[in-house]
Every structure is written in C-alpha cells, then in structure tokens.
C-alpha cells in the first residue's frame, strides 16, 4: 500500500481540511469577512480535531476490521482528542476570556491570551459528523 493508497490518512487529511474550509466560510457568513486565517486556527466550529480523528478511526475500521487491534488504539485516541477538545482545551479558552477580561487596560502591553482554543459539545459532534461522512465516502472509493 502507497501513502496514496492509505485510505485512513486520507480519510483524516480530507476530514482535518473540510473543517479547517468550513470555519472560513462560517466566519465569512456569520462576520462577513474573509479571513483565511481561520483555516489554520484552532478551536472553533467545526472542530477539525474531532473530524479527523473520527475519519481516522473509522477509516481503519472499514479498511481493517472493527475487532482489529489498530481499530481499538485509533477509537481510544480519539474519544480521548474529542474529550480533552471539549473539556481541557474548552476550559483553557474560557480562562483565557476571564484573564483577557482583567488584565486589559490594567497591564501596558498585556498580550492577550488566545480564546479560541476548545470546543463545544455541539462543534465536537459536528466535526466527528464531518470525519464518519468523509470515512464512509473514502472507502466506497
């Protein structure tokens, strides 16, 4: 099998760059603004963490078999990236509000903390939606 071949990174590269396009657009929509910058952040909606850890996961288990040990590492890998997206990292973002909050003003020169680094329960469903559509349309071609 060639990387070319390899239909579970595939499967993920596609996922990761669908999620990465459709914050571009959704900023665009929602700000009316271009900013193609959205395409390399992270947090978010959709989350691209979940939607390519999905379609690797799912991938390996149509191409290799879901009682496939290698199944079973990519399905813990990523149940535990989609929790710590919507648990550690969600957290991560809301300290970072509170802190930018406060300290704006206060400090000269304060450099703002990045807030936009987890995810929600729904931008982590709808990302992992993105990664089992993509999976499932990878194996049928």
Do not use: C
Not at 12 to 17: G, H, L, N, S
Not at 61 to 69: I, M
Not at 118 to 134: K, M, N, P, Q
Request: overall charge positive; glycine content about 8%.
């Amino acid at each position: 099998m060639t990387i070319l071949h390899n239909e579970p990174l595939i499967s993920a590269v596609i996922a990761w760059f669908i999620a990465q396009f459709l914050k571009v657009i959704i900023h665009l929509f929602k700000e009316k603004e271009f900013d193609i910058s959205k395409f390399f952040a992270s947090g978010g909606m959709p989350s691209s963490h979940s939607s390519t850890v999905t379609g690797l996961a799912l991938s390996v288990g149509l191409t290799e078999g879901f009682g496939n040990v290698t199944f079973a590492i990519s399905a813990i890998f990523a149940t535990i990236i989609m929790y710590d997206a919507s648990g550690v990292r969600l957290a991560v973002s809301k300290h970072a509000k509170l802190l930018n909050d406060f300290f704006h003003g206060r400090i000269k020169n304060y450099k703002a903390l990045n807030e936009l680094v987890g995810h929600t329960s729904y931008e982590v469903v709808v990302g992992a939606l993105i990664g089992i559509i993509i999976a499932i349309i990878v194996s049928k071609f």
